[in-house]
């Protein structure tokens, strides 16, 4: 009893958390309202990520032996790791920031607050992000044959636009959004460092393990969660089919999570025979 009571009580704090609605008395400027540059500095974000990706991929030349070193898959995916792992190192902190400001207000200040000076200027960011990453790696990745980076910045992108043309309170989910690539903080950091030569180092190893932590919690619980409220909010309602895009979005996150339980099983049963042939 005493365990479910300390899993239902951060449950049910976080599920009031999630769920709060804004007040009808106040009308607030949506996004692009407050933020006329908005898709402007979002192309300028956009450029400056892929110069950022065309410098990373010309300056991995300055170390031939190591490069060449590395398998054609490797060569091609750096330069996205590195680009991916700027981004969130910038975004990600201030991210959590933002939510744990946003949990330690009261309903009544959360019913009011404008959300859209607080959070939309995050936007332009992320977009210009997800923009130079779908054209210099994801339609790349699609044309491979692999589709599920493809799908998943096109319903990012679809979920961000068209939420700053809408109600002002759909802002407040952006921070959230961007909790959930803590995971890639982790697994990226992970990947470069393997990459270079620290595989199976007891650090790595900790950010592989963090990596699957952060997963479960941030994207296979948090993320369904908060898009179920917003698509059964009314707030929401002003997303009309863009909500559709919940679903895949959240379905891409329970695919994932299975390709990492796999792996973590796969792992865990060669290490259980290594361990029996040392026996």
């Known amino acids: 009893q005493v365990s479910n009571l300390c899993v ?3 449950m049910s ?50 170390w031939p032996k190591w490069y060449n070193s590395l398998t054609p898959r490797k060569q091609k995916d750096f330069p996205s790791y590195v680009v991916c792992l700027i981004h969130h190192v910038v975004r990600v902190p201030n991210a959590w920031v933002h939510v744990i400001t946003d949990f330690m207000r009261t309903d009544a200040e959360a019913a009011i607050f404008n959300y859209v000076k607080y959070e939309a200027a995050v936007g332009p960011f992320c977009i210009g992000y997800f ?3 779908l054209f210099c790696y994801a339609i790349p990745e699609a044309m491979r ?28 989910w952006i921070p959230h959004l961007l909790i959930c690539d803590t995971t890639n903080v982790f697994f990226n950091t992970a990947w470069i460092l393997r990459t270079v030569g620290f595989k199976d180092t007891p650090f790595v190893q900790f950010l ?12 296979v619980i948090n ?24 679903l895949p979005l959240g379905l891409l996150q329970w695919y994932w999570f299975s390709k990492i339980a796999s792996k973590l099983v796969s792992r865990l049963g060669t290490k259980e025979q290594k361990d029996s042939k040392q026996c």
């Open 8 to 10: 239902a009580v951060p």
């Open 13 to 62: 704090k976080y599920w009031n958390f999630i769920a709060r609605q804004p007040s009808t008395d106040v009308v607030q400027l949506t996004g692009i309202e407050e933020y006329p540059n908005f898709f402007r500095d979002a192309l300028v974000w956009s450029i400056i990520f892929t110069i950022i990706y065309a410098i990373t991929t010309f300056s991995l030349r300055f």
């Open 131 to 133: 923009v130079s990453d």
């Open 145 to 172: 044959g692999e589709f599920e980076y493809l799908i998943h910045h096109i319903v990012t992108l679809v979920i961000i636009s068209s939420s700053v043309f809408e109600h002002a309170y759909l802002c407040r």
């Open 208 to 219: 592989e393990i963090m990596f699957a932590i952060s997963f479960l919690f941030t994207r």
């Open 223 to 246: 993320m369904p969660c908060f898009l179920y409220i917003v698509a059964t909010s009314s707030y929401g309602d002003g997303l009309g089919y863009a909500r559709i895009a919940f």
